[in-house]
């Protein structure tokens, strides 16, 4: 972890660089923890240690703040995929079952959610999570598409990768009031053999 006086020697480029992922990585922990009514911009320049000010620099509103916190998580949940299975999955399907249902179960699904629950009552909020989930999404589908080998030409292929990332995501919403893990780890190879019988 980097001192102050660490901070201080850098650039001033990185200085900000270090100061942002700081704030996002912050923006994160504090919806996963205490959700969106909780995670106010004085909350999380405190958790990240810079003063209030320096935060609004960076992101001037409340929505700037929390939305780049959610991209950040998206980008942070694809790498986190990838950095799985850097050479492919080889053909091994349950364990990229498995590492997608991780992702929706874990800390960063966890802090997307608040955002989408804070989007669905908050106008300024909500156009710009939507669009974001939708370009996560996507990319989410194309990583799974990829590891898992599947062939969309396949009639029934595009539809069963959706449904397994569907899956994924409701095992994530169960996770969040109970620990699933018991449940989880049947419906995940239940799931295992159910895609690799639809994909071939």
Not at 67 to 84: G, H, I, K, Q
Request: one cysteine or more; charged letters at 30%; glycine letters at 8%.
């Amino acid at each position: 972890m980097r001192t102050t006086a660490d901070r201080d020697r850098l650039p001033k480029q990185d200085r900000s660089r270090v100061t942002r992922q700081r704030l996002l990585e912050a923006a994160v922990a504090c919806l996963a923890e205490h959700g969106w009514a909780g995670s106010t911009v004085a909350v999380v320049a405190e958790r990240a240690g810079v003063s209030r000010g320096a935060a609004q620099h960076h992101f001037p509103t409340r929505e700037d703040l929390f939305t780049a916190a959610v991209e950040y998580v998206a980008e942070e949940r694809s790498s986190a995929l990838r950095a799985l299975f850097p050479k492919g999955a080889a053909g091994d399907r349950r364990a990229v079952v498995t590492a997608l249902v991780d992702l929706y179960t874990g800390p960063l699904f966890r802090a997307a959610l608040q955002l989408w629950v804070a989007a669905s009552n908050e106008d300024q909020l909500r156009g710009r999570v939507t669009e974001l989930e939708a370009r996560v999404g996507r990319e989410t589908h194309r990583i799974a598409v990829d590891l898992l080998g599947a062939d969309e030409s396949r009639p029934g292929a595009r539809e069963t990768v959706q449904g397994l990332l569907d899956m994924a995501r409701g095992l994530g919403l169960a996770n969040v009031l109970t620990d699933d893990t018991a449940r989880r780890e049947r419906v995940v190879a239940q799931w295992a053999e159910l895609v690799d019988g639809a994909l071939g």
